[in-house]
């Protein structure tokens, strides 16, 4: 059997069960969650048990195993396997990450036990290089299509990742760091990258340094999708179980940076708002903002989507390279946004910006880019960007999650473009042109929501859209209109309570 009709084969039968446990409840993106504790437990057996190259996984004294969970049933199974869970989130390694603060969702011991016997139990997980790895991907992907789930949100598409990674040609020596990781895409395709590009020019050490996971690392603030991404890291051999945890779960904006990266790759939440919850004296939730007064950010903002791009600004090495997507408004808001924008194109080399279309993401409604930037030594008399390339992907293309998918194909004129090799050889063409900075400056409000090109469906109705893409692009429209008379909104609202304080 071929590794593709294998790959397939694994990932029907693993997907097969989450139709089963959603009628007992649980959704799509938790029954990944649940499978990955699963995973990993059966992984850990099989190296322990393997017979030319034992490896001891867990800490002695956790009395963990395998072989005792598949001989159980009913209450004694559900005890134990809570048991488990409990003991290993204890654990300051990635083993701890994995199962930290792990719940068992699937409260029927008889569907647990299927899962352990029949689904896990029946597969080698521990050998088969990429296959594995690439099967769970294959299953984040298929759960975060789940329009109800919100997974979504933490899942950016790979042929978009595939782009940024390939312009951006990572290197053996690189510290590679991405603040809001989600599932770890971007990580894991930067270390496929090196492996692919610089194969046996990878010195031993690197090699370690690689599959260790010093060189990567991540940040994530919800538990689950840190989980998520340390287990899609781990399947692709990409950290020790017993090792520094390659995922922080923390808030990336808490706090200045103990390390600076030499790449930036990141795909920041979308909200616009940074908030907690909190309780009131009479038990309501209720949302409250919060702003990061740091001393090494800009400026003071409640903008989340704006805090993140000073963040990865300050968590850049002199040197170091960041590819970054933003939405819409990061380019053209006033006040706050302005004041980045100016102090971004002035003390950072601000290249290049690629204008992404809608359809592509999960989360519907929004409109971003990829903004390009490299981060260089201190030097006030002069401005670092010189010329900012703006790549138009959006005008005249029409994607839908299932219809018409972005692929990878789709990105290789922008690639090409791009002149990753040598920027200067960069040739404008209709949807690659250049400004310069004096130009970007004299825009009002320094507005980098830059739009040249006429889209020909709004010229000709017969331009053979089809009405089911025409009608996605309508709803999503509408959806990024509402988002922005909130971000206004949010925005009369700051004001107010600004001059209410004065």
Same mark, same amino acid.
């Given at each position: 059997?071929?590794?593709?009709?294998?790959?397939?084969?694994?990932?029907?039968?693993?997907?097969?069960?989450?139709?089963?446990?959603?009628?007992?409840?649980?959704?799509?993106?938790?029954?990944?969650?649940?499978?990955?504790?699963?995973?990993?437990?059966?992984?850990?057996?099989?190296?322990?048990?393997?017979?030319?190259?034992?490896?001891?996984?867990?800490?002695?004294?956790?009395?963990? &195993?395998?072989?005792?969970?598949?001989?159980?049933?009913?209450?004694?199974?559900?005890?134990?396997? /809570?048991?488990?869970?409990?003991?290993? =989130?204890?654990?300051?390694?990635?083993?701890?990450?994995?199962?930290?603060?792990?719940?068992?969702?699937? /409260?029927?011991?008889?569907?647990?036990?299927?899962?352990? @016997?029949?689904?896990?139990?029946?597969?080698?997980?521990?050998?088969?290089?990429?296959?594995?790895?690439?099967?769970?991907?294959?299953?984040?992907?298929?759960?975060?299509?789940?329009?109800?789930?919100?997974?979504?949100?933490?899942?950016?598409?790979?042929?978009?990742?595939?782009?940024?990674?390939?312009?951006?040609?990572?290197?053996?020596? !690189?510290?590679?760091?991405?603040?809001?990781?989600?599932?770890?895409?971007?990580?894991?395709?930067?270390?496929?990258?090196?492996?692919?590009?610089?194969?046996? =020019?990878?010195?031993?050490?690197?090699?370690?340094?690689?599959?260790?996971? /010093?060189?990567?690392?991540?940040?994530?603030?919800?538990?689950?999708?840190?989980?998520?991404?340390?287990?899609?890291?781990?399947?692709?051999?990409?950290?020790?179980?017993?090792?520094?945890?390659?995922?922080?779960?923390?808030?990336?904006?808490?706090?200045?940076?103990?390390?600076?990266?030499?790449?930036?790759?990141?795909?920041?939440?979308?909200?616009?708002?940074?908030?907690?919850?909190?309780?009131?004296?009479?038990?309501?939730?209720?949302?409250?903002?919060?702003?990061?007064?740091?001393?090494?950010?800009?400026?003071?903002?409640?903008?989340?989507?704006?805090?993140?791009?000073?963040?990865?600004? &300050?968590?850049?090495?002199?040197?170091?390279?960041?590819?970054?997507?933003?939405? !819409?408004?990061?380019?053209?808001?006033?006040?706050? =946004?302005?004041?980045? @924008?100016?102090?971004?194109?002035?003390?950072?080399?601000?290249?290049?910006?690629?204008?992404?279309?809608?359809?592509?993401?999960?989360?519907?409604?929004?409109?971003?880019?990829?903004?390009?930037?490299?981060?260089?030594?201190? @030097?006030?008399?002069?401005?670092?960007? !010189?010329?900012?390339?703006?790549?138009?992907?959006?005008? =005249?293309?029409?994607?839908?999650?299932? /219809?018409?998918?972005?692929?990878?194909?789709?990105?290789?004129?922008?690639?090409?473009?791009?002149?990753?090799?040598?920027?200067?050889?960069?040739?404008?063409?209709?949807?690659?042109?250049?400004?310069?900075?004096?130009?970007?400056?004299?825009?009002?409000?320094?507005?980098?929501?830059?739009?040249?090109?006429?889209?020909?469906?709004?010229? &000709?109705?017969?331009?053979?859209?089809?009405?089911?893409?025409?009608?996605?692009?309508?709803?999503?429209?509408?959806?990024?209109?509402?988002?922005?008379?909130?971000?206004?909104?949010?925005?009369?609202?700051?004001?107010?309570?600004?001059?209410? &304080?004065?």
């Amino acid at each position: 059997m071929s590794n593709h009709a294998e790959l397939r084969r694994l990932v029907d039968k693993l997907w097969s069960y989450c139709d089963v446990l959603r009628d007992a409840g649980v959704a799509a993106i938790e029954y990944v969650e649940q499978l990955s504790f699963l995973l990993f437990l059966k992984m850990a057996d099989e190296r322990e048990k393997n017979p030319f190259y034992p490896k001891k996984v867990f800490p002695p004294g956790l009395d963990v &195993s395998w072989d005792r969970l598949a001989s159980l049933s009913g209450d004694a199974l559900e005890v134990e396997y /809570q048991r488990v869970l409990r003991k290993l =989130g204890k654990e300051p390694t990635n083993l701890g990450v994995i199962f930290r603060k792990a719940q068992n969702r699937i /409260q029927e011991p008889a569907l647990l036990r299927k899962l352990i @016997r029949d689904l896990i139990g029946t597969e080698t997980w521990s050998v088969g290089g990429d296959l594995n790895g690439d099967a769970f991907e294959a299953l984040l992907q298929r759960s975060a299509s789940g329009v109800k789930s919100g997974a979504g949100q933490y899942f950016t598409p790979r042929p978009l990742i595939h782009a940024m990674v390939e312009v951006m040609r990572p290197v053996p020596t !690189d510290f590679i760091i991405d603040p809001a990781c989600g599932t770890g895409g971007f990580l894991l395709s930067a270390v496929e990258y090196i492996e692919r590009h610089f194969g046996t =020019g990878v010195t031993p050490d690197q090699r370690e340094n690689l599959s260790s996971g /010093q060189l990567v690392r991540g940040v994530e603030l919800v538990d689950s999708t840190a989980r998520l991404a340390t287990m899609n890291l781990f399947l692709h051999g990409v950290g020790r179980e017993n090792g520094e945890p390659v995922i922080d779960v923390r808030d990336a904006l808490s706090g200045v940076s103990s390390t600076h990266a030499t790449l930036v790759l990141a795909n920041p939440p979308f909200g616009k708002k940074s908030s907690i919850t909190v309780t009131d004296d009479e038990g309501r939730a209720e949302r409250e903002d919060v702003s990061y007064s740091r001393p090494d950010f800009w400026v003071t903002t409640t903008n989340k989507q704006l805090n993140f791009l000073q963040h990865i600004a &300050s968590l850049m090495a002199v040197g170091g390279r960041a590819a970054v997507v933003v939405p !819409d408004n990061v380019l053209f808001e006033g006040g706050v =946004g302005e004041t980045i @924008r100016r102090r971004l194109l002035k003390e950072y080399d601000v290249h290049t910006l690629l204008r992404l279309p809608t359809g592509i993401f999960y989360a519907g409604g929004v409109k971003a880019n990829v903004l390009f930037f490299d981060r260089k030594r201190a @030097r006030p008399e002069k401005h670092w960007t !010189d010329k900012l390339w703006a790549y138009d992907f959006r005008v =005249g293309e029409h994607f839908t999650m299932k /219809q018409n998918p972005l692929r990878d194909e789709h990105l290789a004129d922008f690639i090409a473009s791009f002149a990753a090799e040598d920027r200067s050889q960069r040739v404008e063409s209709e949807r690659f042109i250049s400004f310069g900075y004096e130009e970007l400056l004299a825009r009002d409000k320094v507005n980098l929501d830059i739009t040249w090109l006429k889209d020909p469906s709004l010229e &000709s109705a017969d331009d053979g859209v089809p009405p089911e893409i025409i009608a996605q692009e309508i709803v999503e429209d509408l959806q990024a209109a509402l988002a922005e008379f909130a971000a206004v909104a949010d925005a009369l609202t700051a004001r107010a309570a600004e001059r209410g &304080s004065v």
